[in-house]
Structures are given as C-alpha cells and as structure tokens.
C-alpha cells in the first residue's frame, strides 16, 4: 500500500472539523442554549461524538499509520520526514492507539452523560445543593474507571486520565513537582500572613457598571491583540475559550457588579488562551497540530497574561487611568500603587478562579488529591463535600459555608473532565518559567510595558510558543524555549520578587 502524508492529513482534517462542530455545541449550550433544549443537545453531542470515535477507529486508518512509518505499540515514526509531518504522524498514531481501546457505545454513553451532568451541576450549583449533582457525579465516575481501566496505565488510573490533558506526563512526575514546592509555598503564604503590610482593596468591590466593565475589557483585548474578526466574547456560569474553527476562537467571562476582579482578569485569562489558539501558522493551520500541545502549556498562556503581566505595576501604568475614566466614582482618589497592590492581595479565599496567585495553587493541590482519591475509590462521591472542607482547613485554614462555595464551584468533573486541575498548577509553573527567559530575551521589556505595548510580548509568544502548535510535547517546548524541564524554582522566585515589595518582606 502506497499511501501519502495527505491522505492522512485529509483524514485528521476530517476528524478536526467534527471536534469543531462538538466544540460548537458546547459553545451554545454554555452561553445561550435555552435550558429546556438539554436533551437535545445530549443526543447531539452523543452522537457526534460516536462519529468521530468511528473516524478515528477506522481500520483504513490504521492502515494508513502503519504504511507511513507508525509503530502502534511504541508511537515512534520510522521514516524520512519533517519534524511537522513526524509529529503529525505520531499525533494521529496516538489518538488511534488510545479510542482502539473504547467501545463506541461507552464514548456514546459518556458523551451524553456528560451533558446532562453539566446541566444538572449548574441546577446544583444554583442551589447550592450537592446532592442535585451527587447521582451524576457517581456515573461519571464510574464511567471515567471503565475508560481508565480499558486505556491502561503504568502505575494508577489517573494516568490514563491526565494523559488526555497533559500528554505523556505520568502522576508521580506530577506528586514529585507538587511536593517539592507545596511546602516552600506553604512557608510563604505564612511570611505573607505575618506581614505587618495589609492591604485596602475595598474599592474594588464598589460599584462596577457591567457594561462598562465590559467596554473596558474590550478595549483590554484590543491591546492584547485579540481580533474580533475571528472571535467573540461572551457571558457564561464558567469562564473558557474554545476554538470552534481555524479563524474562530471565542472567550466567555462572567461579571460581578461588586466585584472588579473577577469579570476584568476572567477577560484576560481567556484572551492568552485565545491568543494561542489563533496563533497557529499556515504550515499547520487545518491539521490536528493546529492545537494547543498540552493544558499545562494552555494554561501557561492565561496565567501569564493574566498575572505576571495583566497584575504588574508596569500594565496598570497605561490601564489604570483608562479604567479610572471608566468608573471614576469607585476609584476615586485611589493611586497606581494601590490599585496595584489591591489586585494582588493574598489572601486565602474558598473560590479557586478568584483566588490571588499564590495559594491559587493550594486549590489545585486540594482537587488533585480529591480526585485522585474519587478514581481509586478511597473517597466516596456521598464522603466528598466533607473531605472538601475539610482539605480547606487543612490548606488554607477556611472552610465553606455551603456547597455552591464549596465542592460544587467547579464545573470540570460535570463535565468528565477528570485529570485536567494539575494543569493549571503546571501552567503557573511554566509561564514564570517562560517569562523568566522572556525577560532576558527582550531588554527594555518594562518599559515597553509602561508604554502599553504588549504587542511585544505576543510576538515573542508567537515566535517561541504559538507556532509550533502540538509539534513538540510539552516537555520538550519547555527545554527548547528555557532550556531546562519544569523547574518550580521559577515560579518561587517569581513571587519573592514580586510580593518582596508588595508585602514590605
Ligand atoms: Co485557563
């Protein structure tokens, strides 16, 4: 059989394409699906996902892989090419390898669950009632063991669900990380609390006009480099981006009229994830390289955008008087240097999405161990609002009141998503890893900053991130870019220096 790479690329086009129609349906059912349409959005999703379990198990394509070189037990690819083609390759080799393994009917099943389980974790979230969302979250649990069980893994289930996120990182890669600053980030968090500095951020809890809010997080966007021509911005229960096509990636925040932080820096998050989406060249636009190449490397983009530079004193210098022009009555008479330490105060919170950077960590470090045990099954779904507080006393030293600020916060494990919270930890780990390299690469960066280029930063993201798409791993894009694997030392040196002046250490 003498096939070509394009006959692949036709297929993996194929495949991209129905993602993109799923992620469609996703799209509208966060945003602005009448509720009662649930159902029929379930079957959808169901069955579009059943197709594309069928395209991706097709045995035409594994014919395919194996004439182009592709090893289906190891993933390497024998064969003269270029590293483009090598990883596509390898990439579509991967996916075959892993739905193989699936039953359609049980992709069908999840799928469906899926869906269904997310309407009903907002009905409980609502009312901040777990036991709404408790039966579902049982069959998504039991659906992600089967699925685990028949993918295999090395040394426990999780892996075989953190694969789907963070591609080739086994568990104990991520407990070995986690350990290793969970404790210097604990002894932090305690120098920050035994600071004699505290912070007024009062005023950012005044009274925020949405549409301004949203006027001004536009304009935000602009700045950042964000095209409105291939994207769109939208309101939805939980912040995200998905790219429903090539020149069409869409962000969603959420507002809160008493609230500043949350609808602004939501807009920013999402726009460096949105940024890395629309930032994938014509050498791999329309094939499944066209991609983020992991959620750790997703979630470097937002955090970086977001923190290191969206929550810097130089960023603020061009902002602040805009946002001022915006809401002159809730900013008045508050200086740079408050505003800026206000965004950054530390202080331990219950909600994961608005907590400041440092113990945002501690929420994840909470839901990676209470999933890892859910899977296992050494928690019960009925133990889980209690081993959720009580994590929170443990790690932050606060407990929740009810579930809606508690366990039910989150919308991932409605949604299947089972293995994606150690990601953003590794997001935070290498944007301050990546920035560090950024910083050194780019003299005079701050006071770009301070002029409010911030095209100089997407451009170097661009050149050292954006372009090579899923080419490399994660692991190896993190070594090419600042030469060495994940080193949390970054990101601890990052916050020394930063909170060093804010907290007066
Ligand atoms: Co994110």
Redo the contacts with the bound molecule.
């Keep these: 059989m003498n096939v070509s790479i394009g006959e692949l690329k036709q297929m993996g086009r194929e495949i991209h394409r129905l993602e993109q129609i799923s992620a469609l349906l996703g799209w509208d059912q966060e945003t602005y699906m009448p509720v009662k349409a649930i159902g029929d959005r379930a079957e959808q999703q169901s069955l579009i996902q059943g197709i594309i379990h069928s395209k991706i198990t097709d045995s035409g394509l594994g014919k395919v892989l194996n004439s182009l070189g592709a090893d289906l037990e190891s993933l390497d690819v024998k064969g003269d090419y270029s590293d483009t083609d090598r990883a596509l390759i390898r990439h579509i080799a991967r996916m075959y390898k892993k739905a193989v393994k699936l039953p359609k009917d049980l992709v069908e099943r999840t799928a469906r669950e899926e869906s269904i389980s997310q309407a009903r974790w907002i009905d409980a979230r609502r009312n901040s009632d777990f036991s709404i969302f408790a039966p579902h979250l049982k069959i998504i649990l039991d659906l992600k063991r089967e699925t685990a069980d028949l993918l295999g893994y090395d040394d426990e289930r999780y892996d075989a669900l953190l694969d789907d996120y963070e591609p080739w990182m086994k568990t104990r890669e991520i407990v070995e990380v986690f350990s290793k600053f969970q404790k210097e980030l604990k002894e932090f968090i305690e120098k920050i609390k035994s600071s004699n500095t505290s912070i007024d951020d009062s005023f950012l809890y005044r009274d925020y006009d949405i549409e301004k809010q949203e006027a001004f997080g536009k304009e935000i966007l602009n700045s950042m480099g964000y095209d409105f021509s291939r994207g769109r911005l939208d309101v939805s229960a939980h912040p995200f ?1 998905t790219s429903l096509g090539y020149d069409d990636t869409r962000i969603t925040t959420r507002y809160k009229k008493n609230n500043f932080k949350t609808g602004i820096f939501g807009i920013i ?2 726009c ?2 949105g940024l890395y989406e629309l930032g994938f060249p014509d050498k791999i636009r329309g094939t499944l390289l066209a991609d983020g190449t992991s959620m750790g490397i ?2 470097s983009q ?2 970086m955008w977001e923190n290191i530079i969206g929550r810097s004193r130089s960023f603020w210098k061009t902002f602040f008087p805009k946002l001022k022009g915006y809401f002159p009555e809730a900013l008045k008479g508050v200086s740079l240097d408050e505003f800026h330490r206000a965004v950054n105060a530390v202080l331990p919170s219950l909600i994961r999405v608005e907590a400041d950077e440092v113990t945002y960590n501690m929420h994840i470090i909470i839901r990676f161990n209470l999933e890892r045990r859910l899977l296992n099954e050494k928690l019960t779904v009925d133990e889980l609002p209690e081993a959720w507080n009580h994590e929170y006393g443990t790690y932050l030293g606060i407990e929740p009141e009810n579930d809606s600020e508690g366990v039910l916060q989150d919308i991932h494990w409605s949604g299947g998503m089972i293995g994606y919270f150690p990601t ?1 930890t590794l ?1 935070n780990l290498y944007a301050a890893q990546f920035y560090n390299t950024l910083k050194k690469e780019i003299p005079g960066l701050e006071a770009e900053l301070e002029k409010g280029n911030l095209k100089i930063v997407l451009d170097w993201l661009r050149e050292k991130i954006h372009r090579h798409g899923s080419v490399y791993s994660a692991s190896d894009l993190c070594r090419m870019v600042t030469g060495e694997s994940v080193n949390p030392g970054y990101f601890m040196s990052y916050l020394d220096n930063k909170y060093r002046h804010i907290y007066d250490l």
């Design positions: 981006t998050h999402e460096g994830h997703h979630e937002s955090r953003y997001g």
